[in-house]
């Protein structure tokens, strides 16, 4: 569906970071890192985009707002909160936890932005895709819009085909990469068909294909594309004490990127370029998909500490 107006969500911008590092000048690969920024830390990167039509459906339905669903320290979560709240719409989700948590930090955004919260336990949580369990939750909400998990979905991946990944100020990227879970931003990038696209799992999930596929649309020339399936390590969510020490490392060339997501991919990039896997003469764009709201909560958790909150958010010169 087509909307003729551009829905007001707060402004983004784009930006391009060089990255300097002695691997990439041994292998004669330029690396870019595309940012999407908003004044709004919590909608920055691919949620962004990935919510933009399913906030201006909602609008252009005449809903009152939406609800979705997420895990209790979900990106997606605080992004669809925020971006609600600048819309003037309502919010609801429900969370994967078997009971509220005021201290939960992704959460207490997510209250403090307006958003409605219902504990779910994990089986509940389990029939989220199936079509019925949705058609019930929809009549129950019939003045609310329903945003899949992490706004993947047609609209989302439309979303962020809109973004341009393959033009860097140096010129044309040979291969766009990004950090893929559920596979939206990886079909969005892929329907934009600008270059060859990589995608990095940060989730061990042998149906990711399937679901890029689903999301891809049909009659429409499309990127080569590729998932590497080599850096998810012991799974989403899980980082070795090497890769928060990477993290670091990119936070002092001031590239703050966390351990989840972007860290884990752009991790795994630097060992397919050392590995000699893009030919010298590469020219690389690394889509910075956000998500650094999440080191709040594995702060809280106690997964990683102050010091590297603060370093790899960006607050402390390293
Ligand atoms: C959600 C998220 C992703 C994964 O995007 P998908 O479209 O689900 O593949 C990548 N990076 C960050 C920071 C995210 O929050």
Redesign the pocket.
């Known amino acids: 569906m087509l909307y003729s107006s551009e829905i007001q969500l707060p402004a983004a911008r784009q930006r391009w970071q060089p990255l300097s590092h002695t691997l990439l000048l041994r292998h004669q690969v330029q690396l870019w890192i595309c940012h999407l920024e908003t004044d709004l830390a919590e909608v920055s ?3 962004w985009l ?1 919510l933009k039509y399913h906030l201006a459906a909602a609008q252009h339905e005449g809903m009152a707002g939406v609800f979705t669903f997420g895990g209790a320290f979900s ?2 979560l605080c992004a669809v909160a925020a971006a609600c709240r600048q819309l003037g719409l309502t919010s609801m989700a429900y969370v994967r936890a078997d009971k509220p948590d005021p201290a939960n930090p992704t959460l207490r955004f997510c209250q403090q932005q307006g958003m409605q919260l219902h504990f779910v336990d994990r089986n509940s949580y389990r029939l989220r895709h199936q079509s019925d369990f949705i058609r019930r939750l929809q009549q129950q909400h019939p003045r609310l819009l329903m945003v899949p998990e ?3 979905s047609a609209d ?1 991946a439309r979303g ?1 085909a809109g973004l341009d990944l393959a033009t860097t100020p140096d010129g044309p990227a040979d291969t766009i990469i ?11 990038i892929i329907s934009r068909n600008d270059a060859a696209v990589l ?1 990095i799992a ?1 989730v061990k999930d042998p149906s990711l294909p399937d679901k890029v596929l689903q999301l891809l649309p049909a009659q429409q020339s499309l990127s080569r594309w590729q998932i590497n399936t080599d850096f998810t390590g012991a799974g989403y969510g899980r980082f070795s004490p090497e890769l928060l020490q990477f993290c670091r490392d990119m936070a002092q060339q001031r590239l703050y990127v ?1 351990p ?3 860290g884990k ?1 752009l991790n795994g990039l630097f060992s397919l370029i050392a590995a000699g896997y893009f030919p010298a003469g590469s020219r690389l764009s690394f889509f910075h ?3 650094l709201q ?1 080191l709040k909560g594995m702060h809280y958790r106690g997964l990683i500490t102050a010091a590297d909150l603060a370093l790899l958010s960006g607050l402390t010169a390293g």
Do not use: D, F, P
């Open positions: 990167g691919n949620k990935k990106n997606h992490g706004g993947s989302g962020v990004c950090a893929t879970a559920s596979g939206g931003t990886l079909a969005g995608g940060v966390e989840v997501y972007t991919a998909t956000g998500g999440g």
